[in-house]
């Protein structure tokens, strides 16, 4: 499976802040600390992507956008576990927490 995420790198909290599904798929925005220089950010995406999805974070990578806010993560694993991980996050623009 890949989600597409929206990425915002130098946030105050790492977080994410919605999950909304359309025709093409699952879309995150999320936040992290992190900078954007020698993957940091990518890394910490990884990280609070598998905290919040309750994955190894040896299952995601980085399938597309390492140097860009627009990102593809592959997810090695069950479409219908991810998706339910996925409904169990905010919506888009609630801002909430994961």
């Known amino acids: ?3 597409r995420v929206r990425l915002t790198p130098r946030a105050m909290s790492d977080r994410i802040d919605g999950a909304t599904e359309d025709a093409a798929g ?3 925005q999320a936040r992290v600390r992190a ?3 020698k993957g940091r950010a ?3 995406l990884i990280a609070l992507l598998a ?3 309750h994955l190894p974070k040896s299952a995601l990578s980085l399938a ?3 140097k860009s806010r627009e990102k593809r993560v592959r997810i090695d694993a069950a479409a ?4 339910h ?3 169990a996050l905010p919506p888009h623009g609630a801002g909430g927490r994961a």
Do not use: K, Q
Not at 80 to 83: E, F, L, M
């Open 26 to 28: 699952w879309i995150v």
């Open 42 to 44: 990518n890394a910490a």
């Open 80 to 83: 219908d576990s991810i998706g």
């Open 35 to 37: 900078v954007p220089e």
């Open 51 to 53: 905290e919040a999805l």
């Open 1 to 3: 499976m890949i989600l």
């Open 85 to 87: 991980a996925l409904r």
């Open 64 to 66: 597309g956008g390492s």
